[in-house]
């Protein structure tokens, strides 16, 4: 399908319905939105890395991003990148953050 509609394709990542993504993907580019709806965090998602580079654009909301040693406060309209392998975390500031999140290679654990 060539369009996805705002309010389709949602899912709760890991059950849980406070965090919902939507993954939509060629062969080789992939977009995922993600919107946390419980905010804001007492404390930092956990830092994670992936071989995957990323670029996310913030939607809505606002957060703190960290990457390695470093942190950065977001708005609306900020974007960050991620290197392959490096340790990122966020921290959402405000009750609802929406992200919108650019892969390669696919997350075929997203698919």
Same mark, same amino acid.
């Given at each position: *399908? ?9 899912? %709760? ?6 965090? *919902? ?8 580019? *992939?977009? &995922? ?7 804001? *965090?007492?404390?930092?998602?956990? @830092? ?8 996310? =654009?913030?939607? %809505? ?21 991620? %290197? ?7 921290? &959402?500031?405000?009750? =609802? ?7 390669? @290679? ?6």
């Amino acid at each position: *399908m060539e369009v996805i509609k705002n309010n389709e394709g949602f899912e %709760a990542v890991n059950s849980n319905p406070s965090l *919902m993504r939507k993954v939509v993907h060629l062969d080789h580019l *992939m977009v &995922t939105i993600i919107e946390f709806l419980n905010g804001p *965090m007492e404390v930092p998602d956990p @830092p994670h890395k992936h071989v995957h580079e990323q670029i996310t =654009y913030v939607a %809505a909301g606002s957060l703190k991003f960290f990457i390695e040693d470093r942190e950065y406060l977001l708005q609306e309209g900020d974007v960050f990148k991620v %290197a392959s392998n490096l340790n990122h975390s966020i921290q &959402t500031l405000t009750e =609802y953050v929406k992200l919108v999140d650019s892969f390669t @290679p696919l997350r075929e654990d997203f698919i």
